[in-house]
Every structure is written in structure tokens, then in C-alpha cells.
């Protein structure tokens, strides 16, 4: 059977994916935010969250899935060819090859946190959402925006900070670290509500698709879509 994909579907998940990557571009700039040193990743990444809760309520679960393994094959992708090209040698001429390692060079520890994190915290953010959908037969859109955040942003912090950071730095300081970006994710996905509402009764006018995920098996492992 034909499997058709709306543009609006395309054009979603295309920003999924691309806020993803730049998300993981600027986490090495580090800000401050009402004093709290954070990665500049916070500004972003909450969105990839934002955008997940859109595709799991208009279009379901199981496409849901498939864009968040699309994300992973695009940032395993930028991570092997980040690597690739800082292990090569620069010309003696230039002088910024320092300077880009900095930037885009990470450690294989930070690679697989990452990448771990954000394959835990996004599947449990979908899973979270779809069910709750179907227990309050889709009432209060804020409740399971919120809940599956606060779900998948607990993982997904939890999982990158301790990986990346354990050892390195004292535990009250590690503590320290997890509580605020988890809080800032928190709050972030909270202030956008107002705009998930939006885009989300927007995308269900104009697409015409409201999705409740009957009978959807809640796995991560399969590339079903319909």
C-alpha cells in the first residue's frame, strides 16, 4: 500500500530534525541564564521536544517514531563526519583548525550520551503524550505536552549531564547541573504552550488528522508508520 506524506507532515519534521543538529552545534558555547551557567543547547533544544509533541498528536506515534530515528541517522551522521574531518591534518597556512575542533570536536563520552539521551528521552516524550491522549480521550492538550516533557526531559537530562559529567565534577555540582537544565526544559516547554496550542489546531484544521494510537505497540524498534 501507498504511503502518502503531507508537506505540512515533511515541513514538521524537517524542523525537528534541523533544530536537533544546531541544538547539538552550540551545546559546547556555554551561557548564563538568571546566573546559571547552561549549554547554549538549552535555547534550542526544548524545541526538538515541542516539535515531537506536535507530530505525536496530529499524526501519531508511529510517525512520530520514524522522524525521531530520522533524527538519530542525521546526528550519528554529523557526529562520525565532525569527527572525520577534525582528525584530519590542516594546511600550515591556516590557523582556525583549533578553533573549528573546538567547536564541532567531540569525545566518543559525549557522542554516546548524547546519543543515548536523546534516543531515551524522545521515544519516552512520544510514548507519554500518545497514551495519555487516549486516557483523557484527547482533553487538555497542556497535560500531556507538559507531562511528557517533564517525562522525556527528566531522561534525557539525567541520562546526558551524568554521562558526560560523572567523575568530573563534584556530585552537589553534577546535582546542581541536572536541576537546572531539567527546570529550564521544564519551563521552557511550559511558556511555549500557548504556541503548541496554536500550531497543533492549526495542523488538524488544514491536515484534517487527529490521530489516537489504538492498539499502537509502544516500541521503539520498528519503522511501521500505518
Do not use: C
Request: glycine residues 10%; neutral net charge.
Amino acid at each position: 500500500m501507498e504511503r502518502k506524506f503531507s508537506a505540512l507532515f515533511v515541513i514538521v519534521a524537517g524542523a525537528f530534525v534541523a533544530t536537533l543538529l544546531v541544538a547539538n552545534v552550540v551545546a559546547g558555547r556555554l551561557v548564563s541564564v538568571a546566573g546559571l551557567a547552561l549549554p547554549g543547547g538549552v535555547v534550542v533544544f526544548p524545541l526538538t521536544y515541542l516539535f515531537g509533541d506536535v507530530l505525536t498528536e496530529v499524526y501519531g506515534f508511529r510517525r512520530s517514531r520514524l522522524v525521531i530515528w530520522t533524527g538519530f541517522a542525521a546526528n550519528l551522521m554529523a557526529v562520525l563526519v565532525y569527527a572525520a574531518v577534525t582528525a584530519l591534518p590542516a594546511p600550515a597556512f591556516w590557523h582556525g583548525a583549533a578553533a573549528y575542533d573546538a567547536v564541532l570536536g567531540v569525545t566518543p563520552r559525549v557522542a554516546a550520551s548524547s546519543m543515548l539521551a536523546y534516543f531515551a528521552g524522545e521515544f519516552a516524550n512520544s510514548a507519554v503524550l500518545s497514551k495519555m491522549k487516549l486516557l483523557t480521550g484527547g482533553r487538555w492538550l497542556w497535560t500531556r505536552t507538559i507531562g511528557s516533557t517533564a517525562v522525556g526531559e527528566g531522561i534525557d537530562t539525567l541520562i546526558f549531564i551524568t554521562g558526560t559529567f560523572l567523575g568530573s565534577v563534584p556530585p552537589a555540582v553534577l546535582g546542581q547541573m541536572i536541576a537546572a537544565q531539567y527546570a529550564w526544559k521544564v519551563l521552557y516547554e511550559a511558556a511555549a504552550t500557548p504556541l503548541t496550542y496554536a500550531v497543533v489546531g492549526w495542523l488538524k484544521r488544514v491536515e484534517g488528522v487527529d490521530a489516537f494510537d489504538h492498539g499502537v505497540r509502544y516500541t521503539p524498534f520498528s519503522l511501521e508508520v500505518d
